[in-house]
């Protein structure tokens, strides 16, 4: 098989192919200006879902059912708890990252822990906890709004070298996630538990604990996302994560991640974060509302999906 | 004495047992609750959730999930408060359109052999996209009789009562009694043995979905009688809620295993767990997770009985 040819093989390829010809659509309107600020805007904002979205990549690969419901929950908890601990002041910043991943572990624990004492589904156990931690944000942030540290405002929204630093931050967490991944074998662990449950415990992997940390990292990433999300955006507000909870399984889904768990791709996940918000600037180029815009992503999806589904049904 | 409940029993036993305990809690708390005015007011809200949450439970009985449910509902809630009103005619043919297009879903999830989650969750995005074309901001108005319909004053039990024990039992028909109902949680069971059988499993699932659209649009229709207005985000929570009511109900996510009964029993008692708290007077910041916490109470309830059950079949 020629190069060319085995890089189409790639699950993830489609989303990226997908993500450009978009990108030209817009550029091509806007007559090549702002192609620079568009592109700076998409990897900003395609930042925030792909690291929620690598989470959730690493949760949905274990396996038919598993799915993190309190990704939106996690997020607003950490950004509001951060900001109120740092409260302005430029030598609280390592604390509050501190802080934020903290909550991730506690949410990821006791995520875990119903899934394994009450053996409840993880979709519902992800949810109720997600209800709790709902309630301890609204609690917690009383509808305040306390502005970031001055430096940390500053590092989320400007540019090294040209490169948005959310955008770099993502590409770090991708990094180490493809190593996980690919190179150890945590990450052999989780695609055989996502294959087959019952041989990966025949095989004295230890499932539990592989389960655990896997769910456990899927809240601190979202945790650590909220917090760059609610520094990003000047303060955190109370609906700052609803909208990564379907973006978060979108993307995971269109970067050609099996949802049926076990086989899994770190560059999918840029390639369809890129994608989903570049067709939102595409059709806001073209002057459609938010109507049409919503129901043109949700289009989007399902054919994305209906095209991902008969490639890989041709290829068994 | 040998007295054996069978296992349906027991399933719907438990979601009856919380919602009675609750329903104890609340009127020891608030006496005054135990009236005609007061109960219709407790449960008022939970028929459009009772409703949606039999339209989920019929796509769990097929072994899927429906993602879209809320921004659905408010879809319909926004026909219901424009054109149902302003134009019936229309109003219905859109209606009608919109369980067709549910049943459609079912077909290509079936043939192409998607995953429910993804299909709906893109779905999620069109319905709320229209809804948003319908009533960019909140307004319209509910017709009138859907009006007269949600605050009809029934003798000897308020409207809430009724309605929810009208839609349980026309679940329960539908769902356990018809050989439609049988043949939809025999493909949740074993699809291929319903295959093997003679029957199509494409019209199964096209029937489960199409029945699932027809409760939602009454949730939706209900809603907006209860609101008199409509909003594209009126009923974004629904989603959740109705899964939640489903599993609270004794049904579950795989196996065709569910029980209208049952969820319409959790619609209530999910209800219900708002009214409690206010009673307890804890702050509304803690109403959402104290139903979170209800839902963990009910699970655990549920494990340990499964294994006392599990332990006097041992013996």
């Given at each position: 098989m020629s190069p060319v040819l085995r890089l189409f093989g790639k699950p993830w390829i489609w989303s990226w192919l997908a993500a450009f010809v978009v990108w030209f659509l817009t550029v091509t309107v806007s007559l090549g200006g702002g192609t620079l600020g568009l592109s700076q805007a998409a990897l900003t904002f395609a930042a925030f879902s792909i690291i929620v979205g690598i989470g959730q990549m690493f949760v949905i690969t274990?396996?038919?059912?598993?799915?993190?419901?309190s990704v939106p929950a996690t997020m607003t908890l950490a950004g509001t708890v951060a900001l109120k601990l740092m409260n302005?002041?430029?030598?609280m910043i390592l604390p509050g990252v501190l802080v934020a991943i903290v909550i991730g572990l506690v949410v990821g624990l006791c995520n875990y822990s119903l899934i394994k004492a009450l053996r409840i589904p993880p979709i519902i156990a992800t949810l109720s906890v997600s209800f709790i931690v709902q309630s301890a944000a609204i609690w917690t942030n009383r509808g305040l709004r306390i502005k970031p540290p001055s430096l940390l405002a500053d590092f989320t929204t400007s540019n090294t070298f040209g490169i948005p630093n959310v955008a770099i931050v993502a590409l770090l967490i991708s990094i180490f996630a493809w190593f996980l991944l690919e190179k150890t074998i945590y990450g052999r662990w989780i695609s055989a538990i996502g294959q087959s449950m019952p041989a990966a415990r025949m095989a004295g992997i230890p499932v539990d604990g592989t389960r655990l940390v896997t769910y456990l990292f899927c809240a601190v990433l979202a945790s650590v996302a909220g917090y760059l999300l609610a520094c990003f955006s000047g303060g955190a507000a109370?609906?700052?994560?609803?909208?990564?909870l379907l973006m978060s399984i979108a993307v995971v889904v269109i970067g050609g991640t099996?949802?049926?768990?076990?086989d899994s791709n770190v560059p999918g996940i840029w390639g369809a974060s890129l994608f989903m918000f570049l067709v939102v600037s595409m059709l806001n180029t073209y002057g459609l509302g938010a109507g049409i815009r919503l129901i043109m992503t949700g289009l989007i999806i399902i054919s994305v999906i209906m095209l991902a589904g008969g490639r890989r049904a041709g290829m068994r | 004495m040998t007295f054996r409940l069978s296992s349906d029993t027991m399933r719907l036993a438990i979601p009856a047992l919380s919602l009675t305990l609750l329903l104890a809690a609340v009127f020891w708390l608030q006496?005054?609750?135990?009236?005609y005015v007061g109960l219709n007011l407790l449960f008022n809200l939970a028929v459009p959730i009772a409703l949606a949450t039999i339209a989920q439970m019929l796509v769990m009985a097929v072994n899927d999930l429906d993602l879209s449910m809320g921004t659905f509902v408010s879809f319909v809630a926004c026909v219901t408060a424009t054109f149902l009103r302003d134009a019936p005619v229309i109003g219905i043919l859109i209606l009608a359109g919109a369980i067709a297009s549910y049943a459609a879903i079912g077909v290509v999830i079936h043939l192409r052999s998607l995953p429910s989650i993804v299909v709906t969750l893109g779905m999620s995005f069109v319905w709320g996209g229209l809804a948003v074309l319908l009533l960019p901001a909140p307004g319209g108005q509910s017709p009138d009789w859907v009006r007269w319909l949600m605050t009809v004053k029934p003798p000897l039990a308020p409207m809430a009562i009724v309605a929810s024990v009208i839609i349980a039992v026309v679940a329960h028909l539908v769902v356990m009694r018809s050989s439609l109902g049988v043949l939809i949680r025999g493909v949740g069971g074993n699809q291929r043995s319903v295959e093997r059988a003679g029957w199509s499993i494409v019209a199964a699932r096209a029937a489960a979905y199409g029945l699932a659209g027809f409760f939602a649009v009454l949730a939706g229709v209900a809603l907006v009688g209860l609101t008199t207005s409509a909003d594209?985000?009126?009923?974004?929570?629904y989603t959740l809620l109705s899964i939640a009511g489903v599993i609270l109900g004794?049904?579950?996510?795989?196996?065709?295993?569910?029980s209208p009964i049952g969820a319409v029993i959790g619609a209530l008692t999910l209800t219900l767990a708002g009214s409690f708290l206010s009673f307890l007077r804890i702050?509304?910041?803690?109403q959402i997770g104290a139903q979170g916490a209800i839902l963990i109470i009910v699970l655990a309830l549920r494990l340990m009985l499964n294994r006392l059950e599990k332990r006097e079949k041992r013996r």
């Open positions: 274990l396996g038919p059912g598993n799915i993190d419901l302005v002041e430029n030598g109370l609906n700052m994560g609803s909208e990564y099996a949802v049926a768990g076990g | 006496p005054r609750a135990m009236s594209a985000n009126i009923a974004l929570r004794g049904g579950e996510f795989i196996g065709g295993r569910v702050s509304p910041d803690w």
